[in-house]
T-cell receptor, first 112, second 113 residues
């Protein structure tokens, strides 16, 4: 059974720092991996999607990497801003049934 | 206008009541999903539908039922609500073509007293 883990559960850093959020998964037979952002009282916003055949995807200050063989993905945020404060979730879609399996998220706080 | 909408956004109800949560989408996607989120946990899949005639149970379907009234509409029902169904409920859609990226509604916060 696929399990997705995000460590740490919470992270607080000063504005301007570069940071890395981690996501690990136990079964490498994934179809793709998505990173989402969740703001309090709002829905989930898709940030980046990485196909299983890809190693990384970039969008603005965000860069997501994928290493299927080791069961790991990272989300790199450059030059963090207070507006980046949110909970970041990763989820994998399995080859077998195209269902999303979720991590519990990392709550990120960027201090001005 | 939002591509995926959910109604109501907030609902407080009592144990034993029947509740329906509704989801509509304008993205033209075939696939729709219902998830619940509990504090400190990731989202868990309740039901999913790959088209109007295809409904499938997810990880935690007990106590829930769904109806796919049209390609654009997918509703979730709690036949007899219980307190441990208090959670944040999300609807999502994806296209069967391409990479199956999922797009989410704003969520419904349900409290069962």
């Amino acid at each position: 059974k696929q399990e997705v883990t995000q460590i740490p559960a919470a992270l607080s850093v000063p504005e301007g720092e570069n940071l890395v959020l981690n996501c690990s998964f136990t079964d490498s037979a994934i179809y793709n991996l998505q990173w989402f952002r969740q703001d309090p009282g709002k829905g989930l916003t898709s940030l980046l999607l990485i196909q299983s055949s890809q190693r990384e995807q970039t969008s603005g200050r965000l860069n997501a990497s994928l290493d299927k063989s080791s069961g790991r993905s990272t989300l790199y945020i450059a030059a963090s801003q207070p507006g980046d404060s949110a909970t970041y979730l990763c989820a994998v879609i399995m080859d077998s049934n195209y269902q999303l399996i979720w991590g519990a998220g990392t709550k990120l706080i960027i201090k001005p | 206008d939002a591509d995926v909408t959910q109604t109501p956004r907030n609902r407080i109800t009592k144990t034993g009541k029947r509740i329906m949560l509704e989801c509509s989408q304008t993205k033209g996607h075939d696939r729709m999903y219902w998830y619940r989120q509990d504090p400190g946990l990731g989202l868990r899949l309740i039901y999913y539908s790959f088209d109007v005639k295809d409904i499938n149970k997810g990880e935690i379907s007990d106590g829930y039922s769904v109806s796919r009234q049209a390609q654009a509409k997918f509703s979730l029902s709690l036949e007899s609500a219980i307190p441990n169904q208090t959670a944040l409920y999300f609807c999502a859609t994806s296209d069967f073509l391409g990479d199956n990226e999922q797009f989410f509604g704003p969520g419904t916060r349900l409290t069962v007293l």
